[in-house]
């Protein structure tokens, strides 16, 4: 009589139930990552939006506004930066993209569950000549789906410094919500 070589279906069964379970761990954490991932290149591109507005106001003594924008046309009336934002000259000081204002910068829509808000009442930031931005500090709440416990706050002085905190649970859960 000659040895089979092979598996049994009990060796099958428990090899399939510890893959399924490695998966089970393995995917979540691999969409949290890709989440934290997502969130920091949002982060990364309103840092790169904010340093090409103020470097542009200074350069050329002209205003630069940042503001929402879906279309990447004109400005939206919102504190929601989540579908994408751009950065352009403002010629006559109306906070308004006219025909003639360059387009310095442009972001498109964040990928993922990444949400970005402003202050409530800040739709635009305006740096002027000196690469300050005219109005009071801003805040920008930046969520992913990773949930409220990891939302982070990016608070910009009016002299343009920006820094990193912990967002407030209120912010959180007003960004994070759906």
């Known amino acids: 009589m000659k040895k089979q070589a092979g598996f049994t279906l009990f060796e099958t069964m428990v090899a399939c139930a510890l893959a399924f379970i490695l998966f089970g761990i ?5 969409n949290d ?36 924008s879906a ?10 930066w989540s579908q994408g934002w ?7 000081g109306n906070r308004e993209r006219e025909p003639d204002d360059h387009l310095i910068n442009q972001v498109q829509a964040l990928e993922g569950e990444v949400r970005l808000h402003s202050t409530a009442g800040r739709t635009r930031i305006v740096f002027q000549g000196n690469a300050g931005n005219a109005g009071s500090n801003v805040s920008f709440t930046l969520c992913d789906g990773r949930g409220t416990g990891k939302a982070r706050s990016l608070i910009m002085s009016n002299t343009g410094r920006l ?12 960004t994070c919500s759906k």
């Open 26 to 30: 393995a995917i979540p954490a691999a």
């Open 33 to 68: 990552g890709l989440e934290a991932a997502r969130s920091a290149d949002a982060r990364s591109k309103l840092l790169d939006s904010l340093m090409k507005a103020a470097s542009r106001a200074s350069f050329t003594g002209t205003k630069s506004v940042l503001c929402p």
């Open 71 to 80: 279309d990447a046309i004109s400005c939206d009336d919102s504190h929601d």
């Open 86 to 92: 751009i950065v352009f000259t403002d010629r006559n």
């Open 163 to 174: 820094r990193d905190a912990a967002a407030s649970e209120k912010a959180a859960q007003s």
